[in-house]
């Protein structure tokens, strides 16, 4: 029996399970299993590691919460394909910084720019950061069926929530110089958001063999505004959880040929 010490999972405990949503926060993980499979179940709860199983047309899928930020889901990935897990799904939030984009609407990031530092650790920071194609494709075809408006591109994916997203509104207030003006450069370069995962759940993927994707939830748009309401919150968390269910649906079907 293969055991992992950070996930505090078996081989024996995830079934066979080859399918993985990646949530970042443990409380979102309920939630996303209930979605889909209203009998899942908890399998483990440590640290920022919490796992649920279900079933999607009978194949079991994890979804297992990775905390905030590379290290801990470069850790979360590792241990997990050393189960057997291959296909791995970023469910999240996100904050855009284009105009046209709303709260609510859903982010399916196609590539990222890698600002993390985790990734660096599994292949040179020329290697790019990429979404599997059946990832993206699964994911745009789920946000047509479902209905709720989508944007493919690329995302900036940063190891801080405050100065390497040029947020002025730390303990200190100041940003260093790297930075500063940083937001409007990848506005310009077509970037469509900020989050602190992608870059490192693509990454490693790839180097590793496996099929990587990250959708992720509006829940503010920096060019209007700083601050994430409840409701803004509450919708971007649920449309992206929409986006994600219906598209691993689409990849368990054509991997079970159901």
């Given at each position: 029996?293969?055991?992992v010490?950070?996930?505090?999972?078996?081989?024996?405990?995830?079934?066979?399970?080859?399918?993985?949503?990646?949530?970042?926060?443990?409380?979102?993980?309920?939630?996303?299993?209930?979605?889909?499979?209203?009998e899942?179940?908890?399998?483990?709860?440590?640290?920022?590691?919490?796992?649920?199983?279900?079933?999607?047309?009978?194949?079991?899928?994890l979804?297992?919460?990775?905390?905030?930020?590379?290290?801990?889901?470069?850790?979360?990935?590792?241990?997990?394909?050393?189960?057997?897990?291959?296909?791995?799904?970023?469910?999240?939030?996100?904050?855009?910084?284009?105009?046209?984009?709303?709260?609510?609407?859903?982010?399916?990031?196609?590539?990222?720019?890698?600002?993390?530092?985790?990734?660096?650790?599994?292949?040179?920071?020329?290697?790019?950061?990429?979404?599997?194609?059946?990832m993206?494709?699964?994911?745009?075809?789920a946000?047509?069926?479902?209905?709720?408006?989508?944007?493919?591109?690329?995302?900036?994916?940063?190891?801080?929530?405050?100065?390497?997203?040029?947020?002025?509104?730390?303990?200190?207030?100041?940003?260093?110089?790297?930075?500063?003006?940083?937001?409007?450069?990848?506005?310009k370069?077509?970037?469509?958001?900020?989050?602190?995962?992608?870059?490192?759940v693509?990454?490693?993927?790839?180097?590793?063999?496996?099929?990587?994707g990250?959708?992720?939830?509006?829940?503010?748009?920096?060019?209007?505004?700083?601050?994430?309401t409840?409701?803004?919150?509450?919708?971007?968390?649920?449309?992206?959880?929409?986006?994600?269910?219906?598209?691993?649906?689409?990849?368990?079907?054509?991997?079970?040929?159901?």
């Amino acid at each position: 029996m293969k055991t992992v010490y950070h996930l505090n999972l078996t081989d024996e405990l995830i079934q066979g399970a080859q399918f993985a949503f990646l949530p970042g926060d443990p409380f979102r993980v309920e939630a996303i299993a209930r979605a889909f499979d209203p009998e899942s179940r908890e399998l483990a709860y440590k640290r920022e590691y919490r796992t649920f199983i279900g079933r999607i047309k009978g194949i079991p899928v994890l979804v297992t919460s990775t905390g905030i930020g590379g290290p801990s889901a470069g850790i979360a990935i590792d241990e997990l394909a050393q189960l057997g897990v291959r296909n791995f799904l970023r469910i999240g939030t996100t904050g855009a910084i284009h105009e046209d984009i709303n709260v609510g609407d859903v982010i399916i990031t196609t590539a990222s720019v890698r600002l993390d530092g985790t990734s660096a650790h599994y292949a040179p920071i020329e290697y790019p950061a990429v979404s599997a194609y059946e990832m993206v494709h699964a994911l745009v075809q789920a946000g047509i069926s479902t209905g709720i408006k989508t944007h493919t591109g690329i995302t900036a994916s940063c190891d801080t929530f405050y100065p390497g997203q040029e947020r002025y509104d730390s303990y200190s207030g100041y940003v260093p110089r790297r930075f500063q003006g940083i937001t409007e450069e990848w506005r310009k370069l077509h970037v469509l958001n900020y989050e602190m995962e992608s870059s490192t759940v693509l990454t490693l993927c790839s180097a590793l063999g496996l099929k990587g994707g990250c959708v992720t939830g509006v829940v503010v748009n920096r060019s209007l505004s700083e601050e994430v309401t409840p409701e803004g919150l509450k919708t971007g968390e649920e449309n992206a959880i929409k986006v994600g269910i219906r598209a691993m649906e689409m990849l368990v079907r054509n991997k079970s040929g159901h």
